[in-house]
């Protein structure tokens, strides 16, 4: 019984610190400083207006696509690249190229992966499954990388991703974001 009291009062302090290194205050914050749609397939795409405000030490992008008719699949290549301050030398953080379909509705290995589908999921107006719909206005909603989702140690520098979606093999979209993580004083 000793020994099941001192599991159970294991498993309750480590609940605890996990959730409180998970609610706890970031010392960084997320900048972005360009979120640029290009769209390369001008009979898939109708309309694609994506721009970047700030706010309160924080940068939202908000935005609207609609498509002339369904996509029925998506596949997606993308990149990211991340330099510290004082250091030009990058650092290739991943280079995937993947279904985009079941990339939006799986749990994936790679942690960057998970936080940023669930991220964008929280800021969008419509489950993201395919097909897409023609003729509806997906649209991102003060979307911004949320500190506490991130682990609480995160380097400073700058990042830049790349992301192609391509569907029926022709390249539909790139998305090019480009951003900073900087210190930022907690309370």
């Known amino acids: 019984s000793k020994a099941i009291a001192m599991n159970t009062l294991f498993w309750i302090f480590?609940?605890?610190?996990?959730l409180s290194v998970k609610t706890q205050d970031r010392n960084f914050r997320i900048k972005l400083d360009e979120f640029s749609v290009r769209y390369k397939d001008s009979g898939l795409i109708e309309h694609v207006d994506f721009r970047i405000s700030k706010l309160d030490n924080r940068s939202y992008v908000n935005g609207e696509m609609k498509l002339y008719g369904d996509v029925p699949d998506i596949d997606m290549r993308t990149t990211m690249d991340f330099w510290k301050v004082n250091n030009s030398k990058k650092f290739k953080l991943y280079n995937v190229r993947l279904d985009a379909c079941r990339f939006l509705k799986t749990f994936h290995r790679n942690s960057l992966f998970n936080i940023y589908v669930k991220s964008f999921k929280k800021?969008?107006?419509?489950?993201?499954?395919?097909?897409?719909?023609?003729?509806?206005?997906?649209?991102?909603t003060n979307w911004h990388m949320d500190e506490k989702d991130l682990p609480p140690f995160i380097p400073y520098g700058s990042f830049r991703t790349v992301s192609e979606y391509f569907s029926l093999s022709r390249l539909g979209v790139r998305i090019v974001t480009q951003g900073k993580v900087y210190p930022f004083p907690t309370k």
């Open 14 to 18: 480590w609940i605890n610190n996990f």
């Open 123 to 140: 800021h969008t107006n419509a489950d993201l499954i395919c097909p897409l719909k023609k003729n509806f206005s997906y649209t991102l």
